[in-house]
């Protein structure tokens, strides 16, 4: 990375949790960045003043942004499956109970009107997708509803 020396580059490693070998199974080369300690204890052990190290952070995020737009954008599965947002539904109704989120239950009420809306053909078949994304073009034919999808749609429905 231009511009820091070697020792503020080991901090940059450590902060990121960036290590020899990679996080991706399928190619232990490539990384993924991910905070393993917070600035405070980063400052702590490394004898750095925080307020040193917060733009210092700051300079090398920005730097390492800078390098990745250079690289394509990898592929983003916009999909919404019917099933993951059962699940969700339920968890968010689970939450609106515990925490006492009106909000947080109208918004899971509004989640299962769409998949109800969207994926369930009113008789008795439930589609596996409920919207797909913008990118690429749609499939030909619809997918047909796994048992995730009508097993977790149906619990969505019972907390509902």
């Known amino acids: 990375m231009g511009g820091f020396d070697g020792a503020q580059v080991e901090l940059g490693l450590r902060y990121w949790g960036i290590r020899e070998l990679g996080d991706m199974h399928h190619n232990p080369d490539r990384k993924v960045l991910h905070v393993d300690e917070t600035q405070e204890e980063l400052a702590s052990t490394s004898g750095l003043d925080l307020a040193q190290l917060g733009p210092l952070l700051e300079r090398m995020r920005r730097a390492l942004l800078a390098v990745r737009r250079l690289r394509p954008t990898p592929f983003i599965d916009r999909t919404l499956y019917t099933g ?40 008795q078949t439930l589609g596996h997708v409920i919207a797909y994304g913008s990118e690429g073009p749609l499939p030909a034919e619809e997918a047909p509803g796994t048992l995730d999808d009508y097993a977790f749609t149906v619990h969505a429905l019972i907390d509902a």
Not at 90 to 109: M, Q
């Open 84 to 123: 993951w947002n059962a699940m969700a539904v339920t968890a968010y109704l689970e939450a609106a109970r515990v925490l006492r989120l009106e909000p947080a239950r109208l918004f899971a009420l509004r989640t299962l009107d769409r998949l109800l809306n969207e994926a369930w053909d009113g008789e």
